[in-house]
Structures are given as structure tokens and as C-alpha cells.
Nanobody, 118 residues
Framework: QVQLVESGGGRVQAGGSLRLSCAAS????????MGWFRQAPGKEREFVAR?????AYADSVKGRFTISRDNAKNTAYLQMNSLKPEDTAVYFC??????????????WGQGTQVTVSS
């Protein structure tokens, strides 16, 4: 029902910035909760941020990352500032239909690589 495509990943030095984009199609974008997750080598996928019924961030990115959305463009964004080597990971966009009384990210993008060098 929902297709998600991430873009904007790349390589940056510590202290730099990147903005990730997630283009959505397949259903009414404004009805979706959107989220960002990441997975570093050898680690489990972890929550980064979400925007929808509520807005939340992982403690590790608070004050540095900002999630936003532009409903007219069917796009969600993740602005990443003051990047650290520990932020290196594949970043995934996800969507929540918000049809259930609890968070359920059931649609996922293919991921985009972010590499932060020392």
C-alpha cells in the first residue's frame, strides 16, 4: 500500500551535517506516522525519531537531529547536525498507518548509508 524511498545519505566528516529525505507514495501521506531508524554494523536496528500522533527522538540524537515532514510533497525529512562517527549506519525510513491503538511501523524503505569519518 505504501512505498518509501530514502535519499540524501553519503559520507561526511565529524561535526558536519546531512539531510535525509523519504518520498512516500501509495496512500494519503498526511494520515501516516513517519519514522527513522538506523542499523550500524553488528548491531540491531534502533529507533531514531518519529513524527505523527506524537514526536519523539532517541536520547542519543536529541538536540542534534530534527524530524519534519512536508505533506504537500509527500516527503519526510531527517536533518542531522553535529554528526559523530557513532552515527554511522544504514538509515531506514518507515511508515505507520496509525490504524491501530499502538505504534506499528509496517512499511519500510530500502535504506541509505550514512558514514561519518573521524
Amino acid at each position: 500500500q505504501v512505498q518509501l524511498v530514502e535519499s540524501g545519505g553519503g559520507r561526511v566528516q565529524a561535526g558536519g551535517s546531512l539531510r535525509l529525505s523519504c518520498a512516500a507514495s501509495g496512500r494519503t501521506f498526511s494520515s501516516l506516522g513517519m519514522g527513522w531508524f538506523r542499523q550500524a554494523p553488528g548491531k540491531e536496528r534502533e529507533f531514531v525519531a518519529r513524527i505523527g500522533r506524537s514526536t519523539a527522538y532517541a536520547d542519543s540524537v536529541k538536540g542534534r537531529f530534527t524530524i519534519s515532514r512536508d505533506n504537500a510533497k509527500n516527503t519526510a525529512y531527517l536533518q542531522m547536525n553535529s554528526l559523530k562517527p557513532e552515527d554511522t549506519a544504514v538509515y531506514f525510513c518507515a511508515a505507520d498507518s496509525q490504524r491501530l491503538p499502538y505504534p506499528k511501523f509496517e512499511y519500510w524503505g530500502q535504506g541509505t548509508q550514512v558514514t561519518v569519518s573521524s
